[in-house]
């Protein structure tokens, strides 16, 4: 009975393990993606700066967030509430910072018929896509794996072995309001 206990928690020790690293995959291809957009946007803002040189506290603004974004890195093994928290509130204020520029830039009818420009901007929406996707993907991996250290009777030696639950990637604050258009 005993060898059938060990047999047993053993092969689901073994599942637990795969799991977790499905989620540490899925964050990888997080991390790589909003990697893509952080090159992305030196270019973007030279490209900007430019033709909007008088618009320096946006583009300082979007610096000074790409700065503090890529200075916080987290790893597969660290991703708690808290330091998701941090990484996540960083990745939004480099969103909001993103988006003022781009509003800048529809001041500058030169500036968006830019031929450079507009690939920056193509490859900026399509990096925001992907990290839309990596990010769903991986809430769909945290959720299998947190699901599955709650089962019975896996949560037992869950627990013993160290398997926490993962954080999941919420939408940024404020998202939940349209923004206001005025003509």
């Known amino acids: 009975m005993l060898g059938f206990a060990v047999a047993f928690t053993s092969c689901n020790y073994n599942d637990l393990v795969e799991e977790q690293e499905e989620v540490n995959q899925a964050w990888s291809e997080v991390e790589n993606q909003y990697q893509r957009r952080m090159d992305l946007i030196p ?20 610096i000074t967030a790409r700065s503090n974004a890529s200075s916080i890195t987290i790893q597969a093994d660290d991703l708690n509430e808290e330091n998701f928290a941090r990484f996540q509130a960083a990745q939004d204020e480099l969103s909001r910072g993103l ?10 009818p030169d500036l968006k018929a830019n031929e450079n420009f507009q690939e920056l901007q193509a490859q900026l ?24 250290i709650r089962k019975f009777p896996t949560l037992i030696y869950a627990g013993w072995f160290g398997f926490e639950k993962k954080p999941y990637f919420q939408a940024a604050t404020g998202a939940d309001k349209a923004p206001t258009v005025q003509f």
Not at 46 to 56: F, I, L, Q, R, S
């Open 125 to 148: 929406e399509g990096t925001e896509n992907r990290i839309a996707v990596a990010r769903r993907k991986y809430n769909e991996k945290a959720a299998d794996y947190n699901a599955e």
């Open 99 to 108: 988006g003022r520029l781009m509003a800048v830039a529809e001041a500058y």
């Open 43 to 62: 270019n973007l803002v030279n490209t900007v700066k430019g033709y909007a040189a008088h618009e320096e506290n946006t583009l300082t603004e979007v």
